[in-house]
C-alpha cells in the first residue's frame, strides 16, 4: 500500500457518523456485516460512491419508478438512496412484536368505536378524539366487515433514537403508502447490486405479498374471488405504486366509474358486461367512495358502495371509516388502551403525546411547550411546530387558540432520531431516518410483518410529515438473518393453473383500442413528414412543396392538425408538424395522448412499451432537412419496436384484441384517405408513388411490375390485396377476426352489431379487383369503418345503464 | 300548534335527464316536542327504487333512484305536525357560562346521533374561519351564561348581516357571505354554526319550516316560502340542545318545525346525489305551513 491509503468505506464513514448512528452503534456482529456490505459496494462502484448512487439510480428509472409532490403536473423520478439499511433478526423480532400487538389493538379499538362504543361509554376514550376525526363516519356504526376485520393492512412509521429505542411515531390505515416503492426500492437495489442482498442472507418480500393477497381472498364471500385495487386516478401521488401493485398482486385496477352497485352488489363494468367484484383493496379515503354516503362533492367513487358494504358479502380494506385510529391523539390513550383492552404494556412505546383536550394534559403542553412540539391532534399529515421557535407573539396566538378549541391541539415529546448511511454528493453521509413498516393479515386472520420497509433519509425539515419531502431520499431497509434464507416456499400450495388472463374492464379496453390508434396515427403523420422532407420521394422530385403532390400532403397534415396550413418552407412545416406541442396532431401531441392513455393502462403495459412511449422526441434542427428526416425515421423504427412489442410479448388476450382492433381500424380509415387523395382517377405518377410509399408498398409493386405504377395495381395492392398488411382489405379482415373472437353478450345466437357490420365490410371488399374498384367504394369504406368503430365503441366501452340481461351478471 | 306541511318542488330540464339516484331529506326526524302523523310522499314520474335509508343524524333519508328518461320530476312531501315546546325558552341568570358548557361537552360521554361530541369540530360546508372568530369577539366570552351569548349572536348577525334572497345559491360557502355580510338563512345558520364551534361550543345544522306570521287583519302568504334553516346550541347537559334563529334573530319556538339535524347544510340538504344527462335543469318551490284551524277546505 502506498502512502496515499484512502480510508475505505467504513472506516470513512465512521469517521464522522453521530452517536445511536445504525451502523456505528451496531453490535460487533452487525458492524461486520455493515463492513461487508459497503466494501462490497465500494468494489461494485470503483470505490466512488456516486457511482454507486447512479447505478441504483439508473435501476430506478428503469422500473418506471415515479412519483408526484401534490400539485405536480409531471411525475418525478424516484430519489432511491443507494445504501440499505441493516436490521438483524433479533431486533427485527422486536419490531415485529411490537406492531402486530399494535395492530391488534388498532382492530379492537375501531371494533368497540362502530359497535357498542363501550370505550367512550367507560370513560376509557373521550368521544370528541373519535369523533373529531374527519376520517370518522358515523354511518358506519352497526356496519360490521366480514369476519369482523376492519382492518387488513396497517403501516407504522418507527423512529429509532439515538439510545437504539424504536418508537411508534405515526399509525396508518387508510392507504398503506409506499408499501409499492418498497417493493420497487428493493427490485432497484438488487439489480443494481447482484448478489449481494442474497450473499448477506437479506429476508425476502414475495412471501409476504402473497400472504397478503390470500388475506384479502380469504375474507371475501367466494372461494376464487375478483379483488379490485380501487384508484383515485392516476393524478393520484401514489398512482404508479398503485399500478405496480395491482400487476403485482394481479389485482383489477380499477377507478370509480369501472365500477357499479346494483342491488347491493358490486360489478365491474366489462367488455363482457356487469361482472362481480367481491373485494376492494381501496387506495382512497372514506370520504370519496361512495357520493351518496359520505361526501356528495365526490366524483371518483361508486355510487351506493356503502349499501354494498353495509348488506354484507363485500370485502373492503380497510373498512370505510377505519381512518378514524390514524388521529395523533390516539397515542395518548393508547397505553391505557393496552392494558384496558389487552392487559399488557405496548412492545413498542408511542412517541409521548398529550391531547389538550383534557385540561391536566392542555396545562402540562403549555407549561413545557418549550421542550414539545405542537400540532392538529387530527390531522396526520399537518406540520408540527416546536415550541422553542415560537416568538412571544405567536405563542400568545397558540395559547388564545388553544384556550378556545383545546380539543384540536396534540404536544408531543421533539423526536431524535439516529442516523444511517447515505451518498450526498458522492460522499458517504449520515442522516436522519424514519422507517415505514407494513404489515397485513394472512388467510387465517392472522398479522404478518413485511420483512423490510420504506426508509425515509430526510433531506431537510419535518421528516414526520407525508411519505416523501422535498429533498428526502428512500432506501431499503435489509432484515439479515445469520444463516441463509430458504428459498420460498409456496404457502399453501400452487394456485390453479389457468390459461386466460380474467377480466378485461370495459375502460381498459377503451383506452387500449384509442392507444392503438393513436400509434397508428403517429405512425402515419411521421410517414407524411418523412415524405415531406424528401426521405424516399425520386431524388428529382426533391423536397420542394410546389407540386400538387406535396401541396395535397400538406392539406392532410394539417387536416390532421399537425400544422396550421399550407405555407412555409419544408423545414419549419415539418418541425412544427413534429415538434409544435399547441399543434393537437402534432408527432409531440400525439405521443403526449399516448403517454395519457398509456398511463391509465399502467397495470397492463410492460416497463419496455411504456419507456419506448415516454422517451422524449428525437432533436432536430428546423433548418437542416437531414436532421428531420433522421428524427422522423427514428420516431418510425420507435413505432415499429412498439408495433413489434405488441405483436411478439403481448399474450392474445381481449385486451392484445381492443389494441389491435385500434391500430388496424386507424389505418384501414388513413388508406382510405391516402387512396382518395393520391389514388383517384387523375393520380399521377407522382401520386401513385407516393401513395406506395406512404402505404409501405413500394417494395412489393416493385417484385411484381416491372412498370413504373399504374392505377389498377396500385390500387389493387393497397386497398384489396388481403395477403398485403398494409392493404385496407387486410386490415378489415383482421377486424372481422377480432370482433368474432369477441365475447357476446346475447343468449340467442344472434350476431351483435359489431359482428355484423365487420362481416358485411369484409364482404363488401371481397369481389373488388383494382379495374372495378371506384372511389365510390372508397368512400363507402370509409363510411362502413367510421360506423365499425362507432359499433364497437357502443357496445364494449359505453354501459352507463344496468343491463337488463340478468345472465350475464355472474 | 297543529300544522299542516305541503313542500312541493318541480324540477324541469331542457334535455332529458337519463338516470337519477338521489337522497331526499324532506320527512321530519323524531325530535323533543314534535310529533308527526299522516306523511306522504308523491314522485311522479313514479321512482324505480325508493326505500329509506340509515343515516349518522337526526335526520330522515329517502333514497330514490330513476332509470327512464325525464324531463320534468315532481316531488311533493307532506304531513300534519304537532309542536308543543311548553313556556318559550329564555336566557336566564342561572345558565352555565359559555367555558362550563365547552368543558361539559368535552366530558360527555354520549355517541348518539345528537350526541355533543359530533358537532364540535369543522365540517365540510363548515370550516373554521378565523375571520369569523375575530367578528363574534366577546359575544361569545368564556364567563358568560350560554343562552343569552348565543342570544346576542343571533341577534347580531340580524343587525349586520343583509337578508338577500338570490344573493347567495345553496353552493356559496360560508367564508364568501361571511365576507360580503349577506345571504339567506343557510348562510346565516352557517355562520352562527361556525362561531359557536369556534367558541368551542357544540352547534349544529337545522333544516325545517317556518310558520310565516300574517300581519294583522291579513290572510296568511301561502307558497312563498321555502324550507327555512336555523342553528341549534347545546347548552349543557341540563338545557339541552336549544334552537336559535339568527335570520330572524331569535330562540326557536312553536313556530319553527324540526325536519332535521346535521353538521352542516350537507348532512340534511334536501336533496342530492347523482343526476346523468338533464342540462338546463329549472327548480320552483313551493311550501304550504298551515295552521291546522286554516286549513282550506279539500
Known amino acids: 500500500m502506498g502512502i496515499d491509503v484512502q480510508l475505505n468505506w467504513a472506516d470513512a464513514y465512521l469517521a464522522q457518523a453521530p452517536v445511536g448512528d445504525l451502523f456505528a452503534g451496531a453490535s460487533p456482529t452487525m458492524a461486520m456485516r455493515w463492513r461487508t456490505m459497503l466494501d462490497q459496494l465500494s468494489t461494485q462502484a470503483q470505490a466512488d460512491p456516486a457511482i454507486l448512487a447512479d447505478h441504483v439510480a439508473r435501476q430506478a428509472i428503469d422500473l418506471g419508478m415515479a412519483f408526484r409532490h401534490t400539485g405536480d ?12 439499511l441493516l436490521v438483524d433478526a433479533a431486533e427485527w423480532a422486536h419490531i415485529e412484536r411490537g406492531l402486530i400487538q399494535r395492530a391488534d389493538l388498532l382492530e379492537r379499538v375501531v371494533s368497540d368505536i362502530y359497535s357498542t362504543q363501550s370505550l367512550v361509554r367507560d370513560g376509557k376514550l373521550p368521544a370528541s378524539i373519535v369523533t373529531g376525526s374527519p376520517h370518522y363516519w358515523r354511518v358506519m356504526t352497526g356496519t360490521p366487515p366480514p369476519r369482523g376485520h376492519h382492518l387488513h393492512f396497517y403501516a407504522a412509521d418507527i423512529g429509532r433514537g439515538p439510545t437504539g429505542e424504536w418508537r411508534v411515531l405515526a399509525d396508518r390505515v387508510r392507504t398503506p403508502v409506499g408499501v409499492g416503492y418498497a417493493l420497487e426500492n428493493r427490485l432497484a437495489l438488487s439489480r443494481a447490486t447482484g448478489d449481494l442482498l442474497g450473499t448477506m442472507n437479506t429476508r425476502r418480500l414475495a412471501p409476504f405479498f402473497d400472504e397478503l393477497r390470500r388475506g384479502l381472498a380469504a375474507d371475501c364471500e367466494r372461494t376464487d374471488p375478483r379483488i379490485g385495487l380501487l384508484t383515485p386516478g392516476r393524478f393520484n401521488q401514489s398512482y404508479a405504486e398503485q399500478a405496480h401493485l395491482a400487476r403485482y398482486l394481479g389485482l383489477l385496477l380499477v377507478e370509480g366509474d369501472d365500477l357499479i352497485v346494483s342491488d347491493g352488489r358490486l360489478f365491474v363494468r366489462t367488455i363482457q358486461g356487469l361482472k362481480r367484484i367481491d373485494g376492494l383493496w381501496r387506495w382512497m379515503d372514506s370520504r370519496f367512495l361512495d357520493p351518496l354516503a359520505f361526501d356528495g362533492q365526490s366524483r371518483i367513487g361508486v355510487p351506493d358502495l356503502y349499501d354494498a358494504c353495509a348488506r354484507g358479502g363485500l370485502m373492503v380494506s380497510n373498512w370505510p371509516g377505519a381512518g378514524v385510529i390514524e388521529s395523533r391523539a390516539f397515542a395518548a390513550f393508547l397505553p391505557q388502551l393496552a392494558q384496558a383492552m389487552l392487559g399488557t404494556d405496548l412492545i413498542l412505546p408511542n412517541i409521548a403525546t398529550w391531547w389538550c383536550g383534557q385540561p391536566r394534559e392542555c396545562d402540562h403542553v403549555r407549561a413545557r411547550i418549550d421542550d414539545l412540539v405542537v400540532g392538529s391532534a387530527f390531522l396526520a399529515d ?19 387558540a388553544m384556550a378556545r378549541r383545546p380539543m384540536d391541539y396534540v404536544g408531543q415529546e421533539v423526536v431524535k432520531l439516529s442516523t444511517t448511511p447515505a451518498v450526498i454528493d458522492g460522499q458517504l453521509t449520515p442522516l436522519p431516518f424514519t422507517l415505514r413498516i407494513f404489515v397485513a393479515r394472512d388467510a387465517t386472520g392472522r398479522w404478518r410483518v413485511m420483512p423490510g420497509g420504506f426508509a425515509r433519509l430526510a433531506g431537510h425539515g419535518d421528516i414526520r410529515a407525508a411519505l416523501m419531502g422535498q429533498g428526502d431520499m428512500s432506501a431499503d431497509l435489509c432484515v439479515v438473518d445469520s444463516s ?4 420460498d416456499s409456496l404457502l399453501g400450495g400452487a394456485p390453479a393453473i389457468r390459461r386466460i388472463g380474467g377480466m378485461l374492464p370495459a375502460k381498459a379496453a377503451d383506452n387500449l383500442y384509442w392507444l392503438g390508434r393513436y400509434i397508428e396515427r403517429t405512425e402515419m403523420t411521421l410517414r407524411l413528414i418523412r415524405a415531406i422532407v424528401g426521405g424516399s420521394i425520386e431524388a428529382d422530385l426533391g423536397p420542394s412543396l410546389a407540386s400538387p403532390t ?4 400538406v392539406d392532410q397534415l394539417a387536416l390532421w392538425g399537425a400544422v396550421p396550413g399550407r405555407g412555409g418552407a419544408v423545414g419549419p412545416l415539418c418541425a412544427t408538424a413534429l415538434g409544435d406541442a399547441r399543434q393537437s ?31 422524449p422526441l428525437p432533436g432536430f434542427d428546423a433548418a437542416v432537412t437531414e436532421t428531420l428526416l433522421d428524427a422522423s425515421s427514428r420516431m418510425i423504427e420507435r413505432m415499429s419496436a412498439l408495433s413489434g412489442l405488441a405483436a411478439e410479448n403481448m399474450g392474445r388476450t381481449e385486451g392484445w384484441r381492443f389494441h389491435d382492433m385500434g391500430r388496424r381500424m386507424e389505418r384501414a380509415v388513413n388508406g382510405c384517405r391516402l387512396i382518395a387523395l393520391f389514388g383517384g382517377d387523375n393520380a399521377s405518377a407522382d401520386d401513385l408513388m407516393l401513395l406506395l410509399d406512404l402505404m409501405d408498398s413500394q417494395i412489393s409493386y416493385r417484385t411484381r411490375y416491372l412498370t413504373g405504377p399504374a392505377l389498377p395495381p396500385v390500387r389493387d395492392l393497397v386497398a384489396l390485396e388481403p395477403h398485403n398488411p398494409r392493404a385496407i382489405a387486410w386490415q378489415a379482415l383482421r377486424l372481422a377476426d377480432h370482433v368474432a373472437a369477441l365475447p357476446t353478450l346475447r343468449a340467442d345466437g344472434m350476431p351483435e352489431e359489431p359482428r355484423r357490420l365487420a362481416d358485411a365490410l369484409a364482404a363488401r371488399l371481397a369481389p373488388l379487383t383494382g379495374d372495378t374498384l371506384t372511389m365510390a367504394d372508397i368512400a363507402d369504406v370509409e363510411n362502413r369503418l367510421l360506423r365499425l368503430s362507432e359499433a364497437i365503441g357502443q357496445r364494449y366501452f359505453l354501459q352507463l345503464h344496468k343491463t337488463q340481461d340478468a345472465d350475464i351478471l355472474s | 300548534m297543529i300544522y299542516h306541511v305541503r313542500h312541493r318542488t318541480i324540477l324541469r330540464y331542457a334535455s332529458p335527464m337519463r ?8 320527512r321530519p326526524a323524531p325530535w323533543m316536542g314534535q310529533w308527526t302523523s299522516d306523511y306522504a310522499l308523491r314522485v311522479d314520474p313514479a321512482p324505480s327504487i325508493i326505500e329509506s335509508r340509515p343515516a349518522a343524524w337526526p335526520v330522515h333519508v329517502a333514497r330514490l333512484v330513476i332509470e327512464s328518461p325525464i324531463r320534468q320530476l315532481t316531488i311533493e312531501s307532506s304531513f300534519r305536525a304537532g309542536v308543543q315546546h311548553g313556556a318559550p325558552i329564555v336566557p336566564d341568570a342561572g345558565d352555565p357560562t359559555v367555558a362550563t358548557v365547552a368543558q361539559a361537552a368535552l366530558r360527555d360521554r354520549d355517541m348518539g346521533p345528537s350526541a355533543p361530541a359530533h358537532y364540535l369540530f369543522a ?24 343562552v343569552a351569548a348565543a342570544l346576542d349572536l343571533a341577534l347580531r348577525i340580524k343587525a349586520e348581516f343583509a337578508y338577500q334572497p338570490g344573493a347567495t345559491t345553496a353552493a356559496t360557502p360560508v367564508a364568501d357571505a361571511f365576507a360580503a355580510r349577506h345571504g339567506v338563512c343557510q348562510d346565516f345558520a352557517h355562520v352562527m354554526v361556525v362561531a359557536l364551534r369556534l367558541a368551542g361550543l357544540p352547534a349544529a345544522y337545522v333544516s325545517g319550516y317556518l310558520r310565516t306570521l300574517p300581519p294583522p287583519g291579513m290572510p296568511r302568504l301561502v307558497g312563498a316560502d321555502a324550507m327555512h334553516a336555523w342553528a341549534m346550541l347545546w347548552c349543557g347537559p341540563t338545557r339541552g340542545w336549544i334552537g336559535f334563529d339568527p335570520t330572524n334573530g331569535v330562540i326557536t319556538g312553536d313556530d319553527h318545525l324540526f325536519v332535521a339535524m346535521g353538521r352542516d347544510y350537507a348532512d340534511v340538504a334536501p336533496m342530492d346525489g347523482l343526476f346523468v344527462g338533464g342540462a338546463g335543469q329549472s327548480l320552483s318551490v313551493m311550501v304550504d305551513v298551515a295552521p291546522e284551524d286554516e286549513k282550506e277546505p279539500a
Do not use: C, H, K, Y
Request: a positive charge; zero cysteines; hydrophobic letters at 45%.
Open chain 1, 550 to 553: 406535396m401541396a395535397r400532403l
Open chain 1, 484 to 487: 441463509p434464507v430458504p428459498p
Open chain 2, 123 to 146: 365540517s365540510p360546508r363548515a370550516p373554521l374561519l378565523a375571520a369569523i372568530g375575530a367578528w363574534v369577539g366577546d359575544t361569545l366570552a368564556p364567563d358568560r351564561p350560554i
Open chain 1, 382 to 400: 399537518a406540520p408540527f411546530t416546536p415550541g422553542a421557535t415560537l416568538d412571544r407573539d405567536q405563542r400568545a396566538a397558540l395559547f388564545d
Open chain 1, 73 to 84: 403536473e409531471e411525475e418525478r423520478s424516484w430519489p432511491l438512496g443507494p445504501v440499505p
Open chain 2, 19 to 26: 338516470l337519477a339516484r338521489f337522497n331526499l331529506r324532506l
Open chain 1, 585 to 615: 396532431g402534432s408527432v409531440r401531441a400525439l405521443m403526449a395522448t399516448v403517454a395519457n392513455i398509456g398511463e391509465g393502462l399502467r397495470d397492463r403495459l410492460s416497463s419496455d412499451v411504456w419507456r419506448l412511449v415516454r422517451l
